[in-house]
């Protein structure tokens, strides 16, 4: 199983940016995706997740309505389109897989069972 996530960078406040996250080695739709992020001296922090057909979506309550996760299984690929970036999402987001994505456990890391490497994304003041 390997993820190649893009689309990090530097942007100024206000701006966009869309992560995308190819999964390789696995049939996408048998997993629900998930995005977190880890920034400077902090946790890794659940940002969003959806569930294997994109049915159902879950967000942190600091991206909720500036955050969007999709997902392509034709493309085997999620992605997370962020608008109205602010510095405090300055962090590295990461893109992982669970096959077992419930209501109670979306947010927990310890549910998902594989991760990528991670994307950087700073947003400047």
């Known amino acids: 199983v390997q993820f190649v996530e893009s689309g990090g960078g530097l942007v100024q406040a206000g701006g966009s940016l869309r992560l995308s996250c190819a999964a390789s080695?696995?049939?996408?739709?048998?997993?629900?995706m998930g995005w977190f992020r880890q920034g400077p001296e902090k946790e890794r922090d659940f940002v969003a997740a959806?569930?294997?057909?994109?049915?159902?979506?879950y967000y942190a309550d600091s991206v909720k309505g500036r955050f969007t996760i999709s997902r392509d299984n034709a493309k085997n690929t999620v992605y997370l389109q962020m608008n109205s970036l602010k510095p405090e999402d300055t962090a590295v987001y990461y893109c992982?897989?669970?096959?077992?994505?419930?209501?109670?456990?979306?947010?927990?890391?310890?549910?998902?069972?594989?991760w990528g490497q991670g994307t950087q994304v700073t947003v400047s003041s």
């Open positions: 992982a897989a669970t096959i077992r994505l419930t209501s109670n456990t979306y947010n927990r890391k310890v549910s998902y069972d594989y």
């Open positions: 080695g696995f049939t996408s739709d048998d997993y629900a």
């Open positions: 959806i569930t294997r057909f994109g049915s159902n979506t």
